[in-house]
């Protein structure tokens, strides 16, 4: 089958669009936070070109209006991205296959570009998956950047940004939906919410997300046999 690369990054660009509108929103409420430490556009757009972490950007810049000792910046780091550990376990043969891409593949995978790329599976004719996987990746991150830039020019204005940063838990809802509209099975969905508040109910907002990832992935794995089934069946 031959390939169409206008097919693939219109197709790349509509499976975006859900993160565009949460990006925008959340990278400038991080630039508005940045300004706010004293730092300017330059700075937003090094942060969210280099390091593209999200929510670790926003205690990033905590921790430049108040310095911190870099170990506790480390470990900070640490403890907030090691959920992308077990993000990166289902596409490690994917991101292999990829060539030279494939470092920037790792670099860009976060939350919600981890989510759109779970749901490509089935793809229009012409369409190059490995194409597309990339421009999903490139274009979210485009998305945050311009958000962050734009948010620390806006915040010099005098304006009230409350509550732009719930734009973060709205994006998530949306993915989710329709990540479950779409799935075949809704076992996987289950597990991660039951794991999730279990979890949350035993160690507070502040602990729980990463024994709640170990937990689910292990469940995920005791129940592969099912899916596999399951998926061969439909």
Not at 56 to 76: E, H, I
Not at 205 to 224: E, G, S
Request: charge should be neutral; charged fraction near 15%.
């Amino acid at each position: 089958m031959e390939t169409n690369w206008k097919a693939t990054a219109r197709f790349a660009f509509r499976q975006s669009l859900g993160v565009l509108f949460g990006y925008v929103f959340l990278g400038t409420a991080f630039g508005i936070l940045l300004r706010q430490a004293g730092y300017g556009a330059l700075w937003a757009l090094g942060f969210s070109g280099l390091v593209y972490a999200g929510s670790l950007q926003f205690v990033l810049a905590g921790f430049l209006a108040a310095p911190t000792a870099l170990p506790t910046v480390a470990l900070m780091s640490l403890f907030i991205n090691a959920r992308h550990l077990f993000y990166g376990l289902s596409f490690i043969e994917r991101f292999r296959s990829m060539g030279r891409k494939r470092p920037y593949m790792i670099f860009s995978l976060t939350d919600e570009t981890y989510s759109v790329l779970c749901g490509m599976d089935e793809l229009p004719a012409g369409v190059d998956k490995n194409g597309a996987m990339f421009l999903v990746a490139l274009l979210d991150q485009l998305y945050w950047v311009a958000g962050s830039v734009l948010g620390a020019f806006a915040g010099g204005l005098p304006l009230d940004f409350t509550g732009i940063d719930f734009s973060m838990t709205a994006l998530f809802l949306v993915i989710f939906l329709e990540q479950w509209r779409g799935a075949k099975s809704h076992l996987p969905a289950l597990l991660g919410l039951g794991c999730a508040g279990v979890f949350l109910l035993f160690l507070g907002p502040d602990n729980f997300l990463l024994p709640a990832l170990c937990a689910t992935v292990t469940l995920l794995l005791l129940a592969r046999p099912a899916l596999n089934k399951e998926k061969e069946a439909a």
